[in-house]
C-alpha cells in the first residue's frame, strides 16, 4: 500500500538524516506483525533534512499509483519536551499529497490525506529511532504526479483535494479486492454523511450516476455512491450510518440477479437465470409466448423488446417487487425506494 511504501520510506529518510549514510533498504512492522523489507530507491539531503524514495509496487492489483514514486522528507525539530507519542512525529503534504476538506474521514479538515494506519505504522518505526525525548520528526509525504492520479480516484468526491491519499489498513494491497472497494463505498458514505446528508443515492456505476444526477439535481456529489457488484454491503453500511432513506437505482442486467436474492451481482460469482425470470414471467400472467421466449434470449436488456408493452407492465413492476423483498429488511430503519433504469436513462418503473 501507499502506506507501507510511505512508512518504509519514512523510516529510511530518518535513518540517513542521523547516519548521513544511503540507504537501500527499509524494514517495517506491518499491523499484523509481520516484518516485510522494501528498496529504497533514492537517498538525498538537503540542509538538517534527508529524504528517501520508495518506489510502490501493486503486483497483480489495478491500482492507480502502481510504479508511483512514495518519497519522504524527514526533518528533526527539538521541540518535544512534554509532548505524547501523537505530537513527536508531525505530518505534512508535500508535493501530490492531498488535503482533506470535508469531515468523515477521520481526518483534521485542512490536514494531510494520510491515513490512520500509516500514521500509526510511521510513528511506531520513528519514535524509536529519535535521537531524544525532546526530538520531534517532521515527515512531509510527496507523490510526484499524484494531483493527475487522483483525478482517476475517488477522492475528489471524499473532498480530498490536490493529490492522492496515503492510505492502507494491512500494508499489503489484496489484488482487485473487494474488500478495498467495499472500504471505499463506507468512506464515500461517510462522508456524506458527516457533511449532512439524510439521502444516499446508490448506483452500479458512472452510467447510471449520470441519470440519477438529472432528477436528483438538488442533492450533492456526495449523496451519489457506486456500489459496483455490492448492493447488499452497501445497504448495510447505509443502515449502519443511520440514512433515512436510500434510492436505489439499478438496471436491467444487475435487476434480474437481485430479483432471486443476489446481493452481490459479480458476473463470476452469479449468472442470468432464464428459468427463474420464466417463473416471473408465468407469476406476472405475461403471455405464453413471452414466457417461452424468455428461454432464447443472452442478454437481460433483451427483456425490454422482447417483452410486449402489456407484459413489461406486468413483469417489471413484479421484478422490482422480488428487489426490494431482498432489500428492505437490510434497511430496517430507513426508507428504500428502487428505480430500474433503462438503457436510455429513463426511470420506467418504481417500487
Given at each position: 500500500t501507499t502506506g507501507a511504501c510511505a512508512t518504509a520510506a519514512a523510516k529510511a529518510a530518518l535513518l540517513a538524516l542521523l547516519s548521513r549514510k544511503e540507504q537501500t533498504e527499509s524494514q517495517i512492522t506491518l499491523p499484523s506483525g509481520e516484518q516485510i523489507t522494501l528498496p529504497v530507491a533514492y537517498t538525498e539531503w538537503a540542509g538538517c533534512s534527508a529524504t528517501c524514495t520508495v518506489i510502490k509496487e501493486s503486483g497483480d492489483d489495478p491500482d492507480v499509483t502502481n510504479h508511483s514514486r512514495i518519497r519522504v522528507t524527514v526533518q528533526l525539530s527539538p521541540e518535544a519536551s512534554g509532548c505524547d507519542d501523537t505530537e513527536r512525529v508531525i505530518f505534512q503534504a508535500g508535493e501530490g499529497v492531498g488535503t482533506v476538506s470535508l469531515p468523515g474521514l477521520?481526518?483534521?479538515?485542512?490536514?494531510?490525506?494520510?491515513?490512520?494506519?500509516?500514521?500509526?505504522?510511521?510513528?511506531?518505526?520513528?519514535?524509536?529511532?529519535?535521537?531524544?525525548?525532546?526530538?520531534?520528526?517532521?515527515?512531509?509525504?510527496?507523490?510526484?504526479?499524484?494531483?493527475?492520479?487522483?483525478?482517476?480516484?475517488?477522492?475528489?468526491?471524499?473532498?480530498?483535494?490536490?493529490?492522492?491519499?496515503?492510505?492502507?489498513?494491512?500494508?499489503?494491497?489484496?489484488?482487485?479486492?473487494?474488500?478495498?472497494?467495499?472500504?471505499?463505498?463506507?468512506?464515500?458514505?461517510?462522508?456524506?454523511?458527516?457533511?449532512?446528508?439524510?439521502?444516499?443515492?446508490?448506483?452500479?456505476?458512472?452510467?447510471?450516476?449520470?441519470?440519477?444526477?438529472?432528477?436528483?439535481?438538488?442533492?450533492?456529489?456526495?449523496?451519489?455512491?457506486h456500489y459496483g457488484n455490492f448492493i447488499g454491503e452497501t445497504l448495510k453500511i447505509a443502515a449502519d450510518l443511520g440514512f433515512k432513506q436510500v434510492i436505489l437505482g439499478i438496471m436491467i442486467g444487475k435487476a434480474v440477479k437481485l430479483a432471486e436474492g443476489f446481493l452481490d451481482t459479480h458476473s463470476k460469482k452469479v449468472v442470468m437465470n432464464k428459468g427463474f425470470l420464466q417463473d416471473v414471467a408465468k407469476e406476472a400472467k405475461c403471455e405464453e409466448a413471452t414466457v417461452d421466449a424468455i428461454n432464447r434470449i443472452t442478454l437481460a436488456r433483451e427483456l425490454w423488446e422482447l417483452l410486449t408493452e402489456k407484459d413489461q407492465n406486468r413483469f417489471f413492476p413484479l421484478l422490482l417487487q422480488k428487489c426490494k423483498s431482498y432489500c428492505a429488511p437490510i434497511l430496517p430503519d430507513g426508507e428504500l425506494t428502487l428505480l430500474l433504469i433503462s438503457e436510455e436513462g429513463k426511470v420506467l418503473y418504481q417500487s
Open positions: 477521520g481526518l483534521k479538515v485542512g490536514g494531510p490525506a494520510i491515513n490512520a494506519t500509516p500514521r500509526k505504522m510511521i510513528r511506531q518505526e520513528l519514535i524509536p529511532l529519535l535521537p531524544s525525548p525532546d526530538s520531534v520528526a517532521i515527515v512531509t509525504v510527496s507523490v510526484p504526479g499524484g494531483e493527475e492520479l487522483a483525478k482517476r480516484t475517488f477522492n475528489p468526491k471524499l473532498g480530498i483535494i490536490g493529490g492522492i491519499s496515503i492510505i492502507g489498513t494491512s500494508g499489503i494491497v489484496r489484488p482487485f479486492s473487494s474488500d478495498a472497494f467495499i472500504a471505499s463505498i463506507r468512506k464515500e458514505a461517510s462522508v456524506a454523511k458527516a457533511i449532512g446528508c439524510e439521502t444516499l443515492v446508490i448506483n452500479s456505476g458512472a452510467k447510471s450516476e449520470r441519470y440519477l444526477r438529472s432528477l436528483y439535481a438538488s442533492l450533492p456529489p456526495q449523496s451519489f455512491v
